[in-house]
């Protein structure tokens, strides 16, 4: 079990590092979620909205000031966490490629890839939470951060498979930004109170913002619509993997015995050495050849 552990401590040493030292990402973190918060306090209008919750079975009335922090702050901390892990698997995917040729266990690197991002996730969706409950009270505050965490895990997973298939950072940034802002947008009760339609619960922040809904403004546990933000994770950070499993499968070395070139069958010494060599590989001593002296002739005189 010791032998398992410490490579994939290793690793998720190396990947926590990697997103620590990614600096534009926390101070988003940090700054930009409060600030963003703020400003749809002060700028929202309050006015009470009737839309449809399903875990709550059936509509429910809240303010549109406080639906409009909730979605708000889903969109910042989705978007933050779908770029750090596109990032981190994008700048390690070299680095990572050179470890398992050199003999590192894929499911070590890959493990410790997906444990590194729960952790962000987590502690994204830990803050998150914390702002919107000093903002207004929540009717369940765990609730809402399971929510938070299923939303982020939907968008890490995106940023896994993005940064495994992908080649450069503005495509991967284009496609974060557009799924983000999208989704949000359609699962946002001020645009969608219905939120019927027959396509939307494919949505990845579809069962998150259900929740988060729920938990927010009912006492419905919001559960079982959190699951399918884990759903989406697990798909996409599976696609992410895969690849990754795919492009280094050439990179797997056969053990001795199986199938690799024994000692050569007849004993190959080099001359002047008693170890054994290529001899194709090496020059062969070279023996001095005796050369005759002839007496200097002279060609109208005879010898000298």
Same mark, same amino acid.
């Given at each position: 079990?010791?032998?398992?552990?410490?490579p994939?401590?290793t690793?998720?040493?190396f990947?926590?590092a990697?997103?620590?030292r990614n600096?534009?990402?926390?101070?988003?973190a940090v700054?930009?979620t409060?600030?963003?918060?703020?400003?749809?306090?002060?700028?929202?209008?309050?006015?009470?909205l009737?839309?449809?919750?399903?875990?709550?079975g059936?509509?429910?009335?809240?303010?549109?000031n406080?639906t409009?922090?909730?979605?708000?702050?889903?969109?910042?901390?989705?978007?933050i966490?779908?770029?750090?892990?596109?990032?981190?698997?994008?700048?390690?995917?070299?680095?990572?490629?050179?470890?398992?040729?050199?003999?590192y266990?894929?499911?070590?690197?890959?493990?410790a890839k997906?444990a590194?991002l729960?952790?962000?996730a987590?502690?994204?969706a830990?803050?998150?939470?914390?702002?919107?409950?000093?903002?207004?009270?929540?009717r369940?505050? +765990?609730?809402?951060? @399971?929510?938070? =965490? $299923?939303?982020?895990?939907a968008? /890490?997973? %995106?940023?896994i498979?993005l940064?495994?298939?992908?080649r450069?950072?503005?495509?991967?940034?284009?496609?974060?930004?557009?799924?983000?802002i999208?989704?949000?947008?359609?699962?946002?009760?001020?645009l969608?109170?219905?939120?019927?339609?027959?396509?939307l619960?494919?949505?990845?922040?579809?069962?998150p913002?259900?929740?988060?809904?729920a938990?927010?403004f009912?006492q419905?546990?919001?559960g079982?619509? +959190?699951?399918?933000? @884990?759903?989406w =994770? $697990?798909?996409?950070?599976t696609? /992410?993997? %895969?690849?990754?499993?795919?492009?280094?499968?050439?990179?797997?070395?056969?053990?001795?015995?199986h199938?690799?070139?024994?000692?050569?069958?007849h004993?190959?010494?080099?001359?002047?050495?008693g170890?054994l060599?290529k001899?194709?590989?090496?020059?062969p001593?070279t023996?001095?050849?005796?050369?005759?002296?002839?007496?200097l002739?002279?060609?109208?005189?005879g010898?000298l």
């Amino acid at each position: 079990m010791r032998a398992h552990l410490t490579p994939f401590s290793t690793a998720l040493r190396f990947v926590l590092a990697a997103h620590v030292r990614n600096r534009l990402a926390l101070l988003l973190a940090v700054a930009f979620t409060p600030a963003w918060l703020f400003l749809t306090r002060a700028c929202s209008y309050h006015a009470t909205l009737h839309f449809q919750v399903f875990p709550a079975g059936g509509y429910i009335d809240a303010d549109n000031n406080q639906t409009s922090q909730v979605s708000s702050v889903m969109n910042s901390i989705t978007v933050i966490t779908g770029f750090m892990a596109f990032l981190e698997t994008l700048k390690s995917g070299p680095l990572e490629r050179r470890l398992v040729l050199a003999g590192y266990r894929r499911r070590h690197l890959m493990a410790a890839k997906v444990a590194a991002l729960l952790v962000i996730a987590a502690l994204l969706a830990l803050y998150a939470t914390a702002l919107v409950h000093l903002s207004f009270t929540q009717r369940q505050v +765990a609730g809402t951060a @399971l929510a938070l =965490f $299923a939303a982020n895990t939907a968008f /890490g997973g %995106l940023g896994i498979m993005l940064g495994s298939l992908l080649r450069d950072e503005l495509e991967g940034f284009f496609v974060v930004i557009m799924t983000s802002i999208i989704d949000n947008g359609l699962q946002n009760p001020g645009l969608n109170p219905p939120a019927d339609q027959p396509w939307l619960p494919f949505m990845p922040l579809y069962g998150p913002s259900q929740a988060a809904y729920a938990a927010a403004f009912t006492q419905a546990w919001p559960g079982t619509y +959190a699951v399918r933000g @884990l759903v989406w =994770f $697990a798909l996409t950070s599976t696609v /992410g993997m %895969l690849a990754f499993w795919l492009r280094t499968r050439s990179y797997h070395r056969p053990h001795p015995g199986h199938g690799t070139a024994g000692p050569p069958a007849h004993d190959e010494r080099m001359p002047g050495s008693g170890m054994l060599g290529k001899a194709d590989c090496r020059r062969p001593p070279t023996t001095a050849v005796p050369t005759r002296r002839f007496p200097l002739r002279n060609e109208r005189h005879g010898p000298l």
